[in-house]
């Protein structure tokens, strides 16, 4: 009888272990994945097409929430375009850049244009657009 009650309590432990050792690797994981990560996997989640990402845009806008969407790309220097780029428009117009990796996605471009032109009133008309071309002429003049 007692070989049996300490199985049962060894199969309850390592049970309990096991609970305990998934759940400590998922809490861990949500902490040490960036801020970026979770707002790009939320965009992939509500963002299906151009006018939801239309849609997102005025809401972020709504709460104060002034982001934008875009490649690092393949320059890995952090002191050229575009990275130059990003900085200016965090530091000059408190435009929270998320990095959304090499890959493209359609509806970034559509989010950013809707955020680029809410912030038209604030900033100027096309002023982000124009930054960006000003600085990649700057940068490759050919």
Known sequence: M?????????????LFLVLGTVLSYFLL???STSKHLK?????????????SAAAKAEADYAKG???MYFP???EMDQNRFPYTFYRQIEEEY????????????PYFSCYNLKMD?????????NTIESLYREMHREQYPN
């Open 2 to 14: 007692k070989r049996t009650q300490f199985a049962q309590l060894a199969a309850v432990l390592t």
């Open 29 to 31: 994981l949500d902490m």
């Open 39 to 51: 707002e790009l996997r939320l965009f992939y989640k509500i963002v299906d097409s151009c006018e």
């Open 65 to 67: 929430a002034v982001k």
């Open 72 to 74: 690092s790309g393949l």
């Open 94 to 105: 408190g435009i929270e850049t998320i990095y959304t990796g090499d890959l493209g996605y």
């Open 117 to 125: 032109s809410l912030l038209s009133e604030r900033i100027g008309q």
